[in-house]
């Protein structure tokens, strides 16, 4: 199982950016698909996962601010970063989880926030 992400890049305080992660190798559904950040000298933390049925679940910081949807077909996720803040700049991972509970991590894409 392969994940790519992209979208990454700088942008502004306030602006906006897309991440988008595509999936191949596998043509089961994942029960789950996320996203995580890792800033410089600190831990990969969640930012949004969503799961196979419908839910969503998303770090406190990033709420009312960010959008994660998926395409369960295509077993692809998708992140919407809007009103972007310079606390948000880290290096972001796509995460899809089997219910076998095996995990796979795409390569990760930079986010830069300039204030």
């Known amino acids: 199982v392969q994940l790519q992400a992209s979208g990454g890049g700088l942008v502004q305080a306030g602006g906006s950016l897309r991440l988008s992660c595509a999936t191949s190798?596998?043509?089961?559904?994942?029960?789950?698909m996320g996203w995580y950040r890792q800033a410089p000298g600190k831990q990969r933390e969640l930012v949004a996962i969503a799961g196979s049925a419908g839910w969503t679940k998303y770090a406190d910081s990033v709420k009312g601010r960010f959008t994660i949807s998926r395409d369960n077909a295509k077993n692809a996720v998708s992140l919407q970063m809007n009103n972007l803040k310079p606390e948000d700049t880290a290096a972001y991972y796509c995460n899809a989880v089997e219910s076998s509970m095996a995990a796979y991590w795409g390569q990760g894409t930079l986010v830069t926030v300039s204030s």
């Open positions: 190798g596998n043509s089961r559904s994942f029960v789950s």
